[in-house]
T-cell receptor, first 109, second 115 residues
């Protein structure tokens, strides 16, 4: 079982819709969770981090964490074509991050 | 915000030569930096964890004598690819751990092409 799992996609949504990206992790002791966005040919950039169960909102982005289910998600409201990218979920381990393989999001104009 | 730079942004070299890549945290001190490699359309692969003032910790399968890492100061880590071969051509990305030890910020990456 992979430590951090994401559906590779592509996930296609129409412009203006809500994009929902999901991630599961295996280490129940994980404490910190991160979402990064990576455009093709570029390095990852941090979008959000979440430590506590529940929702955390930042502009059009909402991160949701459910530690009991070992599940973290990212919602993007009012999706724009510029949101088209690969979204990486990362879970903080003892000394390093464990990254998922990423979900490719396509927002269709 | 936290800014991490890398230099050079891209490099082309001949097979057998060595290439040094610098990673700098510009507005914070980073006791820990990480080096990743990413092949086209593949996920990030952690190569090593670089700790200031001590030896790097390499991931399984990464040759420490081929990928030399030095973290001599709190704002600079270097990765040297020694005796580069075409199969070393890749996108090398560093990241620096924030002072609160929780968040990683990535540099813009270095694209290496070995001919």
């Amino acid at each position: 079982q992979k430590e951090v799992e994401q559906n590779s996609g592509p996930l296609s949504v129409p412009e203006g819709a809500i994009a929902s990206l999901n991630c599961t992790y295996s280490d129940r002791g994980s404490q910190s969770f991160f979402w990064y966005r990576q455009y093709s040919g570029k390095s990852p950039e941090l979008i959000m981090f979440i430590y506590s169960n529940g929702d955390k909102e930042d502009g059009r982005f909402t991160a949701q964490l459910n530690k009991a289910s070992q599940y973290v998600s990212l919602l993007i409201r009012d999706s724009q074509p510029s949101d088209s990218a690969t979204y990486l979920c990362a879970v903080s381990g003892t000394y390093k991050y464990i990254f998922g393989t990423g979900t490719r999001l396509k927002v269709l104009a | 915000g936290a800014v991490v730079s890398q230099h050079p942004s891209w490099v082309i070299c001949k097979s057998g030569t060595s290439v040094k890549i610098e990673c700098r945290s510009l507005d914070f001190q980073a006791t820990t930096m990480f080096w990743y490699r990413q092949f086209p359309k593949q996920s990030l692969m952690l190569m090593a964890t670089s700790n200031e003032g001590s030896k790097a910790t390499y991931e399984q399968g990464v040759e420490k004598d081929k990928f030399l890492i030095n973290h001599a100061s709190l704002t600079l880590s270097t990765l040297t690819v020694t005796s580069a071969h075409p199969e070393d051509s890749s996108f090398y990305i560093c990241s620096a751990r924030s002072p609160d030890q929780e968040t990683q910020y990535f540099g813009p990456g270095t694209r290496l092409l070995v001919l």
